[in-house]
């Protein structure tokens, strides 16, 4: 019968795996998944998972089984508070918490909308230092040593796999930065005034008063800044340095 259990539980987190290594697979559709097959046995009416943040709070990642409005509606949650979720971070340990106690134990879930109205088990993983997932059940699983180490590797490969998405974010925002510093490069030192002239807020021909210039000399050089920073024009400039 162990051996039987613990093939299952293998077996869900194997397929979640591949599901975690396929192109394009983004964290709510993890969520999904989670729902629809790894705990679909467990009948789960939510899914959601957070992540901790720098500044010591739980923000939201993703979702299934909870409307945008209610998501968004909940925000980002202090460390500081007493509830579900903070207590499985701070204390590194799975919550597993029944409808009947909630009110007492967790005041705090009376003021959150949304919360299903009817539901058996709240069960709260936390893979730190990364975040938690949590799981809103109509049935109330015995939380043995098997289960949940199969709840903490669940939890462990969806932070692997939210931890890449930002590693690919971050990424492309580092590129992205690159390749405008690199544009910025390619001035010249005159076009570098020149620019910063026109971010000052100085017409061409108070530059050319300034710097000693023709005003058609700085009217070209200014063409010519527009091409390389790839902008249509004074106003498109200002906007993207903040002026």
């Known amino acids: 019968m ?6 299952l ?5 194997d397929k979640l795996a591949k599901l975690l290594i396929s192109p394009g697979t983004s964290v709510s559709d993890v969520s999904k998944f989670l729902a629809l097959d790894t705990f679909a046995e467990y009948k789960p009416s ?20 909870l409307t945008k409005e209610t998501a968004n ?10 509830a579900p979720l903070t207590d499985a971070v701070k204390s590194n340990e799975i919550i597993q918490l029944k409808q009947s106690e909630a009110a007492q134990r967790y005041p705090i879930l009376q003021t959150y909308e949304g919360v299903p109205e009817k539901w058996e088990t709240y069960l709260v993983t936390p893979v730190i230092p990364h975040g938690v997932f949590a799981l809103t059940l109509h049935s109330s699983p015995e939380v043995d040593q098997e ?3 199969f709840l903490r590797t669940i939890g462990t490969l969806i932070m692997l796999h939210q931890l890449r998405q930002l590693a690919r974010v971050q990424s492309f925002e580092l ?6 510093e690199s544009k910025h490069g390619a001035l010249t030192t005159r076009q570098l005034l020149i620019r910063r002239l026109i971010e000052k807020g100085n017409t061409n021909a108070e530059i050319a008063d300034q710097i000693g210039y023709s005003e058609s000399l700085v009217r070209h050089e200014t063409m010519e800044i527009y091409a390389v920073l790839n902008v249509s024009g004074r106003k498109e400039l200002l906007d993207n340095s903040g002026g």
Do not use: C, M
């Open 2 to 7: 162990y051996l039987n259990r613990l093939s």
């Open 9 to 13: 539980l293998l077996g869900h987190a």
């Open 46 to 65: 939510a899914v959601h998972v957070y992540l901790v943040t720098d500044d010591g709070y739980l923000a939201p990642a993703a979702y299934f089984g």
């Open 73 to 82: 509606s909940w925000g980002n949650i202090p460390l500081s508070l007493d």
């Open 147 to 149: 289960f949940e180490t």
């Open 175 to 180: 590129k992205s930065k690159q390749k405008r």
